[in-house]
């Protein structure tokens, strides 16, 4: 701050005018933020310690385990700008903090962000604007590239953790990506399976790239799947994909299997004039709100009929093909059909997975692509999508039971 010598009406120099340095207070206040996150982190280590040592320091008791032997110190990149740490050295047992990982520790989120700029084609200038934001310190373009292989090894070992416990329901469904590849774009398929385990929790249980959404993808994935350790499987659900009922059987032959009744509705529109999508949608619905699976089975053969009495001899071809695909829910617990005779489940994680995708365009290769993916998967996982019990079980278990 500093006096003004600027003059009033009569002349007289008002002396007392006050010019504020808006710089100069901002640069203090960070260094006041900066300097009490380096206090709170030093004391938190330090009462890390003493935790170990069983005592504080310099303290005399029976119950002390360890003594200090000095300190080191180690410098630390937060929000608030770089700080200094003391880290507390012990004669006999290690120190392994988990201060310092918990407040480096960035949520999924983070990491994805960084994956989809590098993919994107965001300039390393933008880079180090953006992680001086995040984090108050700029970042290098090698050490961008060192933390995005980083996050693939932390991917890679979440996609290949083994699955513990039993999955009754298991969603399948895959995702077409554009890739540039020798100078052209083509497409490539990243393969998704979520399930809903004997505690009533959804879980990603595996994301894989595959060339082709073919029967040679899916027999990998589902054998990939096998040897993780899924079991206690009752119910699949998915579309009617190329390559993946036939395989199912050979995995899982104790499993039954539902069609989406959803894909299986707009397989039927596809042979019906849009201005009668509407009345056949209505009584399409009507076969799947039946109380059993018998009454949903008359209930096809009117509707049927009623298709070829309305001169759509394909529609009702279709159907009766198709509809006993639909009706495998039926044998599992009435309070779980709602959220069994449809995809849905699936299908909304990969409408949040398009809407991410989308902003790179084409990947550089298939990798990217099922990394970007994987991320998205990892962060939904971790947040209230996984956490919150989806479906209560125990009814399952005397469905079971009977049967």
């Known amino acids: ?26 640069a203090h206040l960070d260094e006041v933020v900066r300097s009490t996150v380096e206090e709170a982190l030093n004391a938190l280590l330090d009462a890390e310690a003493d935790h170990l040592c069983g005592a504080r ?5 029976e119950g002390r385990k360890d ?3 000095g300190s080191y110190t180690r410098q630390l990149h937060t929000r608030a700008g770089e700080v200094s740490l003391q880290v507390p050295k012990l004669r006999n047992l290690p ?16 990491e994805e962000a960084l994956i989809e700029m590098y993919l994107a084609g965001v300039s390393v200038r933008r880079v180090e604007d953006i992680t001086q934001a995040l984090w108050g310190t700029r970042v290098s373009a090698s050490t961008v590239s060192e933390l995005n292989q980083r996050i693939y090894g932390k991917i890679e070992e979440w996609r290949q953790q083994p699955l513990v416990g039993e999955f009754p329901y298991v969603f399948l469904d895959g995702l077409w990506l554009k890739r540039s590849w020798g100078g052209e774009v083509k497409n ?15 879980e990603v249980l595996a994301v894989s790239e595959g060339a082709k959404e073919d029967k040679a993808s899916w027999t990998n994935f589902l054998r990939e799947m096998k040897q993780r350790g899924l079991k206690g499987v009752e119910l699949f659900v998915s579309d009617k994909c190329l390559g993946l009922v036939e395989n199912l059987a050979d995995f899982y032959p104790e499993a039954k299997w539902q069609r989406c009744v959803v894909h299986f509705y707009r397989n039927v ?5 849009t201005g009668k999508v509407k009345e056949v949608a209505a009584m399409l619905k009507a076969i799947h709100a039946q109380e059993d699976r018998l009454a949903a089975k008359e209930k096809a053969t009117q509707v049927i009929e009623k298709l070829r009495a309305m001169k759509l001899a394909k529609a009702a071809e279709i159907v009766a093909g198709g509809i ?18 449809t995809n849905n489940p699936l299908e909304r994680l990969m409408r949040e997975i398009r809407r991410r995708t989308r902003v790179v365009g084409a990947f550089p290769d298939g990798q990217s692509a099922l990394m970007l993916v994987a991320a998205r998967l990892r962060h939904v996982a971790a947040t209230k999508w996984g956490t919150k019990r989806y479906l209560q079980m125990d009814r399952l278990a005397q469905v079971v039971a009977i049967a």
């Open 324 to 341: 006993e695909e639909t009706l495998s829910y039926y044998a599992l617990p009435p309070e779980h059909w709602r959220c069994l005779r």
């Open 269 to 273: 529109w596809t042979a019906v004039p």
């Open 95 to 110: 120190f392994e903090t988990a201060i310092i990982e918990r407040y480096r520790r960035r949520e999924s989120s983070v």
């Open 57 to 61: 320091k310099y303290e005399r008791t």
């Open 67 to 69: 003594t200090r032997a």
């Open 1 to 26: 701050m500093s006096g003004s010598g600027v003059e009033g009406s009569g002349g007289t120099p008002l002396g007392g005018v006050v010019r504020i340095d808006d710089g100069r207070i901002e």
């Open 188 to 202: 490539v398929s990243v393969l998704v399976a979520i399930g809903v385990s004997q505690t009533g929790y959804r």
